[in-house]
């Protein structure tokens, strides 16, 4: 390639709004900024798909959920269950939604393509060790699937990523 290094892109899934991708990608950067490593749309235990999960050098886990819009928030209470699965649970939204209408024991992220920023931080609510192992290695499993996807986008990869 002449020197150059050829950029892989994953595929979008087509599930989200450009607004939620814009707020993803915004809040990802805070997330990395703050030493996570995230996973988009991750499938969770209970069948549940979390928005982003993001993993710190620590082993600390955080969701992630995103609400595009007033009618996105209200339209969607299966973030409840996002509990079960991290040690604190955050919202990221745009600047047009009112942060009033989030649940004040969660975490608050406002957030555009560019960046993020967190308004209110999340309470702890440690896991369990059994937890906390189970969501490192789904953790690890769709990161390294994703990643060799990438790398072989023909190969038997698709149906345990979902």
């Excluded at 892989?8 to 709004?17: A, F, L, M, W, Y």
């Excluded at 814009?22 to 950067?29: D, E, F, N």
């Excluded at 549940?48 to 209200?74: H, M, N, Q, T």
């Excluded at 059994?130 to 390294?144: H, Q």
Aim: proline share 6%; charged share 25%; hydrophobic share 45%.
């Amino acid at each position: 390639m002449n020197g150059l290094t050829r950029r892989i892109e994953p595929p979008v899934d087509g599930r989200q709004s450009q607004t939620a991708l814009a707020v993803a990608r915004g809040t990802g950067r805070l997330l990395h900024a703050l030493g996570f490593s995230v996973v988009s749309e991750l499938a969770l235990p209970s069948g549940r798909r979390a928005d982003l999960v993001a993993l710190s050098g620590a082993g600390d886990i955080w969701i992630v959920e995103i609400k595009s819009s007033v009618a996105d928030f209200r339209a969607d209470q299966k973030w409840m269950d996002y509990r079960l699965h991290c040690d604190r649970l955050f919202f990221a939204t745009t600047t047009e939604v009112p942060c009033e209408i989030f649940p004040p024991d969660t975490g608050l992220i406002v957030a555009d393509a560019f960046g993020a920023q967190t308004i209110c931080d999340a309470p702890e609510h440690r896991l369990h060790a059994a937890t906390r192992k189970t969501m490192m290695l789904i953790f690890a499993r769709a990161a390294a699937m994703r990643l060799q996807s990438l790398v072989d986008p023909t190969g038997p990869y698709d149906a345990e990523m979902r």
